[in-house]
Every structure is written in structure tokens, then in C-alpha cells.
């Protein structure tokens, strides 16, 4: 069986409308992902939440519930029953694709009972500085599950598990409160001052019981899913040695790959090398550098597009790189909102999958539009990945030598047919660039895919042709 290239689906956005029906949805859409070139699918957290129903899948309440128990007032969790997840990856994975889950372990909401503990509040700009002393205070952090009646797992968490939280139910303050005994772990984020506390009850991972337990979890959703890995969430906020661990150990129980990525928001592409060396490259990385670099070329077109993937993890680590150029948290109205204009969305989807290193994930509002904002699927997007299945192979060619019109070339390879091809992409007026194609395309005529030139362009004897490109556009050529 010929070898294709891996592209992720992000399988949601924020203002999914499902009528909590969406895995049986998903599962029918598996021939037609298959058949346009995605490989892998990205499925949103399957958990019962905090906002039942309507919950997106963050504001985790009770992990073993994956649609199967009344608890949030509703059985089924916004995508579905239990068992319409379990059938959707099933029809997912023999249609050819991976599964992957994802995984929110920082922190729980929305518990059972009260305690009444004491804590300290610290600084919301430096969670380092303690701004009170110690204070007796009412938080939500027993969780009993009382409608799962213990069913998969007996554990019930409270208050030391955990620590720290944002609400004090007595006087309804909101405040980050530190609990008692308990520090920060050290190998988080650096904002405000230390990271570690996100949101919700924050999970102590420095307490054996709560490792234990998220082991156990881990084995049992695996075996009861099936699923191939892992997107794991906020991990800047998790001590790193816990994935490290975990990761290490869910494999060696599995004795599977079980592919892994995390998402560690930050801009700056040495975070991203560190966390690699703490969790011994165990998990790979969304390259959220290059997502900011395509917005601001989105936004500026003065921007040196020669320099777009300088200080990016695909440049700096390609093979622990997932690339993406929008997400349900970078969408409009969202908590990380940057995104992407749709002056740069062909060009920036044009460089996540046509390129040979990274792997690239598609966001399903780039694909099917986000209705909420009446945002229109990316022009072209099917194409630009149907290229990817079928082109974007052999020895690549870079010109990144003008900071306004860049290119490359895919010279083809034997296993895939007619496959090759040229990129050019241009943030100012229309213009064109010679570039190598490879002398077994000599005397072959080209045509751009994406329909933005009309003309076609004969590639030399040398293997060299002229490609050209239209003003503040992207043009893709390939063999007629």
C-alpha cells in the first residue's frame, strides 16, 4: 500500500451546534474524510462537563462519564451518548484513520459538595505572592459522582487533591486561593510568576493518589475506546514530569505508539524546546509560533515572509512539530482569539501542507465555516489538501530569498503518479519566480490548482520553470 501523507482533523470549533447527536455525524462523514485525504481525527473532550449539554468539553466534571450517566442534567454529553462515541471511532478507524482523544486533566469544575478549608490567597498577577494570610474558606472540591455509584472507579476526590481554586462559595470571592500545605509545581509557565493554577480546582500532581488515579483513568480509556492518542490540554499548567511519566507508562501497559500532542501556548519557540527536553520528547507540540506568524502576515503586508517560519518549531524541530493555522481557541471570540485573515488562510494552509516537514492540522471551521460568525470554509482548502494526498512528495526546493514573493518545489516521486509540484505565495503585487522542478519535468506543462492564474507554465529542459502569482495571493502548480 502506497504511503500518504499524515494530515489532522480537528473535528469541532467552539459554537459546534450538534443536538448532542454529532458522533453519529462524524461517524457518517468517515468515508468522505478518508476519501479527501485526511488521515488522523482530533475528537473533542467526550466527558461529562460542568455546562452538561452544552458543554464544549474544558470545564471537566467527571472523567468516566462519556455520555452514560444523568449527571450536569443530561445523559448524553453535547456529542453524544457513550456508545455513539465508541461507534464513531470504530467507523473512524476502518475507514484507515487514527483517533485521537482529548485529554483535560489540569483541573476539575462543578463538584458534588462543599469544604471547608483553609487557604491563602495570592497575587492575580504573580500567583507566586501571597497577599493575605490564611483565611478559612467554603470551595467546591468533593466530587462523589453520586448518579456513577462508584462504577468504573471508587475514587472520590476532595479537597487535597487538589490545589487551589478561584471561588470562595462562603463570600463569594472570586480570588486565587492556595490551600493549605500546598506549593506550586516548579516545572510549569513562567507567567504570572508561576502557571500552574489555570482555572477550576486545580489538580495537585505532586499527590500520589491523584498520579494513581489519572494512571488508572488512563488505562481505562484506552481499553473502553480504542483510540489511537492523544491531544493533550494546557500542558504549560501541568508539572512535566507527570506527562512524561504518564505517556511512558500508558504505552508500555498498551505496548502501542499511541501518538501524543500537546498544547503549550506560547510564542516563544525556546518554551516549546523546553518542555520537549523535560518530557524527553515524549509528546510533540502544536507550533503555536507559526500559527502568530500567519496572523500577523494576515494583518500587516509589509511582514518579511522570507522570515515566516524563522524561530518555529517546524523550522527548529520539524519531527516533534504539529502545525495548524487555526483553532477552536484562536477563533473569533475565544479566550487566545488571533484569528487568521482570510487574505492569508490559502497561503498559510498552503505552507502547513504542501511543505515537507511538520504535521499539519485542519480546523473544522477552516473546512465547513463557523455559522455563529458567518465565517465561509476556506477557499480552496479541499483542494490544498487533496494536493497533499496526491502531490507534495520528493526532494524539496526552498526560495525564501525575497521578503515578499517566497516558493518551493516538490520535485514527485515514482509512487505517487504525475506527483511534484510549485508554490508560490506573494503579500504585494503579482509577480512570478524561476525555480527547480526537477529535469524529469522537462518539457511538461503546468497549471496552478488553485485557479488564481490562468496561464500555464513549460518547464524547461534544465527542470526550471517560471512560476508566477497573482497580488496577495498563493498559486500551486502542477502537472496538467
Request: glycine share 8%.
Amino acid at each position: 500500500m502506497k504511503k500518504i501523507n499524515g494530515i489532522i482533523l480537528q473535528c469541532f470549533e467552539w459554537y459546534l451546534k450538534t443536538n448532542q447527536d454529532f458522533w453519529n455525524t462524524l461517524a457518517n462523514k468517515s468515508q468522505e474524510l478518508e476519501k479527501l485525504g485526511i488521515t488522523a481525527v482530533w475528537l473533542p473532550p467526550a466527558y461529562k462537563g460542568i455546562g452538561g449539554k452544552d458543554e464544549v468539553g474544558y470545564g471537566v466534571y467527571d472523567l468516566y462519564d462519556l455520555g452514560e450517566f444523568n449527571q450536569k442534567g443530561t445523559v448524553k454529553t453535547k456529542y453524544g451518548s457513550k456508545e455513539e462515541y465508541i461507534n464513531c471511532i470504530m467507523m473512524l478507524k476502518q475507514a484507515g484513520m487514527e483517533v485521537y482523544a482529548d485529554i483535560v486533566l489540569n483541573h476539575k469544575m462543578g463538584a458534588d459538595k462543599l469544604q471547608t478549608i483553609p487557604a491563602t490567597k495570592v497575587d492575580w498577577g504573580n500567583h507566586n505572592i501571597e497577599i493575605a494570610n490564611q483565611e478559612t474558606v467554603k470551595v467546591a472540591t468533593k466530587f462523589t459522582f453520586p448518579e456513577r455509584k462508584h462504577k468504573y472507579s471508587d475514587f472520590e476526590w476532595n479537597w487535597t487533591h487538589f490545589k487551589g481554586i478561584d471561588y470562595n462559595s462562603e463570600t463569594s470571592e472570586q480570588a486565587i486561593f492556595k490551600f493549605k500545605d500546598k506549593s506550586w509545581s516548579q516545572t510549569v509557565d513562567e507567567e504570572f510568576g508561576n502557571f500552574d493554577y489555570l482555572m477550576g480546582a486545580d489538580l495537585d500532581f505532586d499527590n500520589k493518589e491523584v498520579v494513581e488515579e489519572c494512571i488508572a483513568w488512563g488505562k481505562w480509556y484506552i481499553e473502553t475506546t480504542n483510540i489511537d492518542g492523544f491531544r493533550l490540554d494546557a500542558v504549560k499548567h501541568i508539572n512535566a514530569s507527570f506527562y512524561r511519566d504518564w505517556l511512558k507508562i500508558i504505552r508500555e501497559y498498551f505496548k502501542k505508539e499511541l501518538f501524543a500532542v500537546g498544547e503549550y501556548w506560547s510564542t516563544d519557540v525556546k518554551k516549546l524546546h523546553r518542555y520537549l527536553t523535560e518530557t524527553e520528547g515524549e509528546t510533540s507540540l502544536f507550533d503555536v509560533p507559526l500559527h502568530y506568524h500567519f496572523t500577523q502576515a494576515s494583518k500587516d503586508d509589509t511582514v518579511d515572509l522570507s522570515k515566516i517560519l524563522d524561530e518555529t518549531l517546524i523550522k527548529e524541530n520539524p519531527a516533534k512539530a504539529v502545525t495548524f493555522v487555526d483553532n477552536h481557541d484562536t477563533q473569533p471570540g475565544q479566550s487566545l482569539e488571533s484569528f487568521v485573515g482570510e487574505n492569508f488562510k490559502q497561503s498559510a494552509y498552503s505552507i502547513i501542507l504542501l511543505r515537507e516537514d511538520g504535521y499539519p492540522c485542519v480546523f473544522y471551521g477552516d473546512l465547513y465555516g463557523i455559522p455563529h460568525d458567518n465565517i465561509e470554509p476556506v477557499k480552496n482548502i479541499e483542494t490544498l489538501i487533496t494536493l497533499r494526498k496526491e502531490k507534495a512528495y520528493g526532494t524539496q526546493h526552498d526560495y525564501f530569498d525575497n521578503p515578499h514573493y517566497i516558493g518551493w518545489t516538490r520535485e514527485g516521486d515514482e509512487e505517487h503518479l504525475r506527483s511534484g509540484l510549485a508554490v508560490i505565495i506573494t503579500n504585494q503585487s503579482e509577480g512570478e519566480k524561476q525555480m527547480y522542478i526537477g529535469i524529469q519535468h522537462a518539457g511538461k506543462t503546468f497549471i496552478d490548482a488553485l485557479g488564481n492564474v490562468e496561464e500555464e507554465v513549460f518547464i524547461q529542459d534544465d527542470g526550471n520553470g517560471t512560476f508566477k502569482v497573482k497580488e496577495k495571493s498563493v498559486s500551486v502548480w502542477v502537472e496538467k
